[in-house]
């Protein structure tokens, strides 16, 4: 049986010491870990890239489906991996849900691999 792991309030940006500033804890390994597992998958990151370069700053769950050429349950899928980590946020208007990402999450991260890359 596959262990599970901790549940981990990822609402808000990552928040630690870089990870080349020294060993970081438990804690901070984990909430890490945890924001690139969900990128860990071609589809995620191409919806990222897909969001971060939209002209409109969001983009329906359906049109996404239509970039990537999955059905609009397995992109749904793959945002809500992404929402989990607080890297995307999500609304619903009507029967559409549009999707924008968080750069300040995104940013974060980055800062924790490498403090130098987002400068």
């Given amino acids: 049986m596959p262990k599970a ?4 309030d990822m609402s808000s940006p990552v928040c630690c010491s870089p990870v080349a500033a020294g060993p970081v804890g438990d804690e901070a390994a984990l909430e890490i870990a945890l ?7 071609p589809v ?8 971060f370069s939209s002209q409109a700053g969001e983009e329906c769950s ?4 239509a970039a990537v050429q999955l059905s609009e349950s397995t992109v749904s899928h793959h945002l809500s991996q992404l929402r989990r980590a607080g890297l995307i946020e999500s609304q619903r ?10 750069r300040d999450s995104l940013v974060a991260l980055c800062s924790v691999l490498d403090p130098n890359c987002c400068t």
């Avoid at 792991?5 to 981990?8: A, H, M």
């Avoid at 359906?62 to 489906?65: E, G, K």
């Fill in 5 to 8: 792991l901790p549940v981990v």
């Fill in 35 to 41: 924001r690139l597992k969900a990128l860990a998958d």
């Fill in 44 to 51: 995620r990151v191409k919806l990222v890239s897909l969001l």
């Fill in 62 to 65: 359906c049109d996404l489906a």
């Fill in 93 to 102: 208007r009507g029967m559409n849900v549009y999707h924008r990402p968080r």
